[in-house]
């Protein structure tokens, strides 16, 4: 049987912070039998199911998003 690795999860977090901090943001493929797709999910207090987004953070963010989007197999 052949193998490979694939990134499935990454994670957009201010410079210097540890993986914990409450900036981080995680973009992750998942794949619940209907095919891949992207959870992006943000370390808080409230976990309230929404994530804040800085002006300064939206560009490296959304590369993050675009990089892992395009990284999604189609298994159509």
Request: aromatic content about 6%.
């Amino acid at each position: 049987m052949n193998y490979e690795t694939r990134t499935i999860k990454v994670s957009v977090a201010p410079k210097g912070e540890p993986i914990f901090h409450n900036g981080v943001t995680s973009i992750e493929i998942v794949d619940e039998a209907a095919g891949e797709f992207l959870e992006v999910t943000q370390c808080n207090d409230s976990n309230e199911g929404k994530i804040s987004i800085e002006k300064s953070e939206w560009p490296t963010l959304r590369a993050a998003i675009d990089q892992m989007i395009n990284e999604c197999r189609d298994y159509k």
